[in-house]
């Protein structure tokens, strides 16, 4: 992904994010911003407390947890990276991560149109 014509590595921020313990997968792709004109970082998280979600079927309506667990993620890459490379295409919380069949993950699939800005 190319965030202000920097190279942003998304493995590079995944690994970062797997270093907050209430974090059990993640996935980093990009979004398009119409109003920067750029791609920004969007990063989808499965949290280790899958209770933490709403149940399949029902409207997601964030939880105190899920947006503690997205604040918890935003300071971790906010301190170990440089502004380009921060969430700033958003952090959606999800209940599992699809991966081909040689476990790669696939997160252009995960995004939906309704994550425009």
């Known amino acids: 992904m190319l965030?202000?014509?920097?190279?942003?590595?998304?493995?590079?921020?995944?690994?970062?994010?797997?270093?907050?313990?209430d974090v059990r997968d993640v996935a980093v792709s990009s979004i398009y911003s119409k109003a920067e004109a750029t791609e920004l970082p969007l990063a989808f998280i499965v949290p280790r407390d899958l209770g933490i979600l709403s149940p399949e079927g029902k409207p997601q309506t964030p939880t105190s947890a899920m947006l503690s667990l997205a604040e918890q993620v935003k300071t971790v890459v906010e301190e170990n990276c440089v502004y380009y490379k921060r969430l700033?295409?958003?952090?959606?919380?999800v209940n599992s991560i699809p991966k081909s069949p040689r476990y790669v993950d696939i997160p252009s699939e995960m995004i939906v149109s309704s994550f425009t800005r």
């Open 3 to 21: 965030p202000d014509r920097y190279q942003v590595s998304p493995s590079e921020l995944e690994a970062i994010i797997l270093n907050v313990k």
């Open 88 to 93: 700033r295409g958003g952090i959606k919380i």
